[in-house]
């Protein structure tokens, strides 16, 4: 299991990538999650100012 992103909507912003406890999400142009590392803790979903992550 991991959090999807969805690359329409996601601006690249990064808010994301720093409050991950896990380190699971690396943005380059756009949000990716290491579904690998990934533990569905939700703490992405609610950071992202444009709702572009959903468990
Ligand atoms: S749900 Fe939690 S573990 Fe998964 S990418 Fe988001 S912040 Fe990281
Ligand atoms: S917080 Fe949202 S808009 Fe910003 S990089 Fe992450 S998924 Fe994209």
New binding site residues.
């Given amino acids: 299991m991991a959090v999807k ?2 690359k329409a ?9 720093s409050v991950c406890p896990v380190e699971a ?1 690396k ?1 380059v142009e ?2 990716e999650v290491n579904e690998d590392t990934c533990i569905d803790c939700g703490t ?1 979903v609610d ?7 959903s468990l």
């Fill in positions: 992103v969805d909507t996601c601006t690249g912003c990064a808010a994301c990538e999400i943005v756009k949000a992405c950071e992202c100012p444009v709702q572009a992550i």
